[in-house]
C-alpha cells in the first residue's frame, strides 16, 4: 500500500463531487453580492432562521464527509510513520490511539449516514471539501495531530455542541442523541491530539512551537470568515467547557476566540459590510 497517499488519490464513488476550499472565499457571486447591496452576515444556527432546515442538511452532509477523512486520516497515521520516536515516526501506542479513532470514526460515519436519510439529504447531494484530509497528509505525526486532532477536531466539537443544541430546540431528539454521543468521542480526539503533542515534544520546545503555529493557521482558516465565534450570535459557537475537557488551557481557548475574531474582521474587510 502507497504511504503518504495524495488527496486526489482518494476511493469515491460517482455520487460524490468535490469543491476547492479557496473557492468559497474567492467566489466572484460575493462580489456581486457587495455591489448590489445584497451580502449579507451568516445567521445563527437556530430553528427560527428562514434557511435553518437547510442549512442543517448542508451540514450534516459536511460532517458526514469530515467523518469519512477523519477515518481516512487517523488511518494513514497508522500506516504511513515507521514504528519509533523519531520526528519522522510515530510511537506504537499512538498508533493504537489512532487504530482506535478509526473505530469511532467509522461508528460516526454509520451514525452520520442514518441522520442524512432522518433529514430527507442523500448522499452526494452537496459537495465534499477535503480540507480535513489535507490536513492529515502533513509527513509530521506531530503537525497531524495540531492541524487534524487539535485543530479540526475541535472544530468538530463546536460543530456538533452546536447541532445537538439545534436539536433540542427543534424538538429532534434523534439528531440531538446523535450529536451528543459523537461530541463525547470528539472530545477524547482532541484530548488525544493535545496529550500526544505535549508528550512528543517535551524536549523539543521548537518542534511544538513549530506544530502550535501550524495549528493556529489551521483555526484562523477554519474559523470559517467568522462563522465560528466566541460571539452568542455566532452560526457555530465556540465550545468552551468541552474544549477544556479536551486539554485546552484557557489561554489557548482564548487564542482560538481572538483567531476568528481576526479572521471575521478579514472577512468583512473584503466584501464590505
Given amino acids: 500500500m502507497k504511504k503518504m497517499l495524495p488527496v486526489q488519490e482518494l476511493a469515491r464513488d460517482d455520487r460524490f463531487f468535490r469543491s476547492r476550499?479557496?473557492?468559497?472565499?474567492?467566489?466572484?457571486?460575493?462580489?456581486?453580492?457587495?455591489?448590489?447591496?445584497?451580502?449579507?452576515?451568516?445567521?445563527?444556527?437556530?430553528?427560527?432562521?428562514?434557511n435553518a432546515a437547510e442549512g442543517a442538511r448542508s451540514l450534516m452532509h459536511g460532517i458526514f464527509m469530515g467523518e469519512i477523512q477523519a477515518l481516512e486520516g487517523a488511518g494513514?497515521?497508522?500506516?504511513?510513520?515507521?514504528?519509533?520516536?523519531g520526528e519522522d515516526e510515530a510511537p506504537f501506542a499512538l498508533k493504537l490511539d489512532m487504530a482506535r479513532q478509526c473505530w469511532d470514526e467509522s461508528r460516526h460515519v454509520e451514525i452520520s449516514i442514518k441522520l442524512n436519510e432522518w433529514m430527507g439529504t442523500d448522499l452526494g447531494e452537496f459537495a465534499e471539501n477535503?480540507?480535513?484530509?489535507?490536513?492529515?497528509?502533513?509527513?509530521?505525526?506531530?503537525?497531524?495531530?495540531?492541524?487534524?486532532?487539535?485543530?479540526?477536531e475541535g472544530l468538530a466539537i463546536?460543530?456538533?455542541?452546536?447541532?445537538?443544541?439545534?436539536?433540542?430546540?427543534?424538538?429532534?431528539?434523534?439528531?440531538?442523541?446523535?450529536?451528543?454521543?459523537?461530541?463525547?468521542?470528539?472530545?477524547?480526539?482532541?484530548?488525544?491530539?493535545?496529550?500526544?503533542?505535549?508528550?512528543?515534544?517535551?524536549?523539543?520546545?521548537?518542534?511544538?512551537k513549530r506544530a502550535l503555529e501550524f495549528q493556529r493557521v489551521v483555526d484562523k482558516l477554519f474559523s470559517l470568515g467568522?462563522?465560528?465565534?466566541?460571539?452568542?450570535e455566532s452560526p457555530i459557537k465556540l465550545a468552551r467547557r468541552f474544549r477544556e475537557l479536551a486539554g485546552f488551557s484557557q489561554e489557548e481557548i482564548d487564542d482560538i476566540a481572538d483567531v476568528a475574531a481576526e479572521a471575521a474582521d478579514e472577512t468583512l474587510a473584503r466584501v464590505g459590510p
Fill in 76 to 85: 494513514r497515521t497508522c500506516w504511513d510513520f515507521k514504528t519509533g520516536n
Fill in 226 to 232: 467568522g462563522l465560528r465565534s466566541d460571539k452568542d
Fill in 21 to 50: 476550499f479557496e473557492d468559497s472565499f474567492n467566489d466572484p457571486r460575493v462580489g456581486a453580492q457587495r455591489q448590489s447591496g445584497t451580502f449579507t452576515k451568516p445567521e445563527k444556527f437556530s430553528p427560527e432562521e428562514r
Fill in 158 to 208: 463546536d460543530v456538533f455542541n452546536t447541532m445537538k443544541n439545534f436539536g433540542e430546540k427543534c424538538g429532534d431528539p434523534v439528531m440531538e442523541f446523535c450529536e451528543d454521543w459523537m461530541l463525547a468521542d470528539e472530545v477524547t480526539h482532541v484530548k488525544m491530539g493535545s496529550d500526544w503533542l505535549r508528550k512528543l515534544t517535551e524536549t523539543n520546545p521548537e518542534r511544538r
Fill in 130 to 152: 477535503t480540507f480535513l484530509y489535507e490536513a492529515a497528509c502533513n509527513p509530521d505525526p506531530v503537525m497531524r495531530l495540531t492541524g487534524v486532532n487539535r485543530a479540526l
